[in-house]
């Protein structure tokens, strides 16, 4: 069973940076899909950014230029670092790991962009 465990939120002013980790249980960061996700409020979950195997990355319109996804394959993390936040990046942010058939997700980290 893989798990999968976020940390690094908080609350932070607009403008500011915040560095999400996702820590893998098994060695599963450089054999699958790796994303970030969040979910605001009454709102649907939505892909922030995702790292395929090959090192392929997609990054959501909303965050491009602000938000850049890594992975540790030694270490068994990924990461988000996420610069210039605005009030509008506040959510739940969730890591996912995926392989078929196989998905799996952290509990999730709030991040809350407030002055």
């Known amino acids: 069973q893989v798990q999968l465990v976020e940390s690094g939120g908080g609350l932070v002013q607009p403008g500011g940076s915040l560095r999400l980790s996702c820590a893998a249980s098994?060695?599963?960061?450089?054999?699958?899909?790796m994303g970030w996700y969040r979910q605001a409020p009454g709102k649907q979950r939505e892909l922030v950014a995702r790292i395929t195997t090959g090192g392929s990355i997609n990054t959501a319109d909303s965050v491009k230029g602000r938000f850049t996804i890594s992975r540790d394959n030694a270490k068994n993390t990924v990461y988000l670092q996420m610069n210039s936040l605005k009030p509008e990046d506040t959510a739940v942010y969730y890591c996912?790991?995926?392989?078929?058939?196989?998905?799996?997700w952290g509990q999730g980290t709030q991040v809350t962009v407030s002055s």
């Open positions: 098994g060695s599963i960061v450089s054999i699958y899909a």
């Open positions: 996912n790991a995926a392989r078929y058939p196989y998905d799996y």
